[in-house]
């Protein structure tokens, strides 16, 4: 087994850890950081790798806010939390755009925007939205502080949003949903929470989609790089998670958005000059 490429799913874990849940695009990331260091696998496998590693990311949601996320509490007698349960029949409702894309859509997409510069466009593109919305909102109250008052209505809208960042990578689906969110006047803590928990379906659907594709017949390097990744895409994912709760308590996303536009301009010039 090639130490070096454990390292470099090591590498990619960081990456997905850090950029899945803070809304600058781990896709977009990991597009970008695999011009520089490519893992040596198949192209099918990269395909897969670069989806389910998210996995890893989704297991750190999971373990943050299981008592707002799992719907069954069992003290002296079994107690079951019918707002939970409503708020995953919402969750569902936001995932349904994205879904319907997805299945159709999947190769296609993957053959026309998964490139350098489709990612650093809709980097630049969101990053101008994040500040925009923000200077919006300064004056503004949000109309939904409590993840309890999200309607059927307002999960389809943010649900729609989504769907940005099924199209064009680079975009962030944490950005996406979380600037649709600011929009309709959530607020930034629970247009936060509400991403974190939209993206558990999401990436289970988008996984198991991925692995039914590539097949389960892996490789032992094959498998070590998986599952390297994941788990360190786990850890990471946990202190980022715990970080970003705590900074939009007192900050706004601008600063994301103005790392979105450098980020951007920076590959547009790269390409550009390479």
Partial sequence: MDIIEILK????????????????????????????????????????????????????????????????????RPVVQK?????????????????????????????????????????IVFGIAFILIENRNKKMTPKITKLNDITYRTALMIGIFQLLAAVFPGTSRSGATIVGALLIGVSRTVAAEFTFFLAIPVMLGASLLKLLKFGFSFTGEELAILAVGMIVAFAVSVAVIRFLMGYIKKHDFKVFGWYRIVLGAAVLLYFTLA
């Fill in 9 to 76: 799913a090591v590498l990619f874990g960081i990456v997905e850890g850090i950029t899945e849940w803070l809304p600058i695009s781990s896709t977009g990331h990991m597009i970008l950081l695999n011009e520089f260091v490519t893992l040596n696998v198949s192209e099918d496998f990269w395909e897969m790798f670069l989806v389910v590693i998210q996995l890893g990311a989704i297991l750190a949601v999971v373990l943050l806010f299981w008592n707002k996320i799992f719907p069954f509490r069992f003290k002296e």
């Fill in 83 to 123: 707002d939970i349960f409503v708020l995953w029949f919402k969750i569902l409702v936001a995932c349904v755009p994205a879904a319907i894309v997805g299945l159709a859509f999947d190769d296609v997409l993957d053959a026309l925007f998964y490139n350098p510069w489709c990612v650093a466009i809709a980097l």
